[in-house]
Each structure stands twice: as structure tokens, then as C-alpha cells.
């Protein structure tokens, strides 16, 4: 059985830092893209951001350029989010996920593109 257990949230003041881990069993996802998503209270889940199988190629939401990277560790089956800088909006449950088709680079920043989820982890920023 798929799994993928997000970790690493927890509450932090602006302008603090948190690395978040993804940590998939059941399958091995060396070759297919992962991505991050987050879903703030009352709204609908958005990109974050994404890496493909290689690391060569990530795409992030213009709200986290230059604050957050996004990495992977293939022989672990992880992917991991780098935040920082982080800001009172950055507040949210954070997703990790496996693209729905295995592609060599990043093709897709919505939801409907990736198959397997977690079960989120909580970012919380106060100002």
C-alpha cells in the first residue's frame, strides 16, 4: 500500500524556518515528479512547489520564490521543503504528492496532476 507521512510542521514566529519531510513506502517514486501543495483554512489547496525525478527541474509558486527549496533523496524515498523567511500567510497544512504520469521534468502545478497524497502537516506562523 502507498503511503507518503509528511513531517517537520510545527509553529514558528516570522521570519523563522521549518524543513519539512515527505517519506514515501509502499512503492518506489525514484522516477516520477513529487510536489508539495498547502491548503489554508476556508480555501482550496494550491501548488507550492515541485521537483522532478533528477532534482534538475523544480517549479515554484511565485508567493515562495526565493524562500523556499524544494529537494529530494531518491535512495530515501523522501522528498523534502526548505522553508524560510516564513510569513503569517505562509500559515497552512502542507501536502506532499506523486504526479499522476511519470514525466522527466515538471509539467503540472494542479492538484489534479498528482495521484498519491499524505496526510498533511501543519505550518503555523504568527507575526
Known amino acids: 500500500q502507498v503511503q507518503l507521512v509528511e513531517s517537520g510542521g510545527g509553529w514558528v514566529q516570522a521570519g523563522g524556518s521549518l524543513r519539512l519531510s515527505c517519506a514515501a513506502s509502499?512503492?518506489?517514486?525514484?522516477?516520477?515528479?513529487m510536489g508539495w501543495f498547502c491548503q489554508a483554512p476556508g480555501k482550496e489547496r494550491e501548488f507550492v512547489a515541485a521537483i522532478s525525478w533528477s532534482g534538475d527541474s523544480t517549479v515554484y509558486a511565485d508567493s515562495v520564490k526565493g524562500r523556499f527549496t524544494i529537494s529530494r533523496d531518491n535512495a530515501k524515498n523522501t522528498v523534502y521543503l526548505q522553508t524560510n523567511s516564513l510569513k503569517p500567510e505562509d500559515t497552512a497544512v502542507y501536502y506532499c504528492?506523486?504526479?499522476?504520469?511519470?514525466?522527466?521534468?515538471?509539467?503540472?502545478?494542479?492538484?489534479?496532476?498528482?495521484?498519491?497524497w499524505g496526510q498533511g502537516t501543519q505550518v503555523t506562523v504568527s507575526s
Open positions: 509502499g512503492r518506489t517514486f525514484s522516477s516520477y515528479v
Open positions: 504528492a506523486v504526479a499522476r504520469v511519470r514525466t522527466p521534468v515538471v509539467v503540472t502545478t494542479s492538484v489534479n496532476g498528482y495521484e498519491y
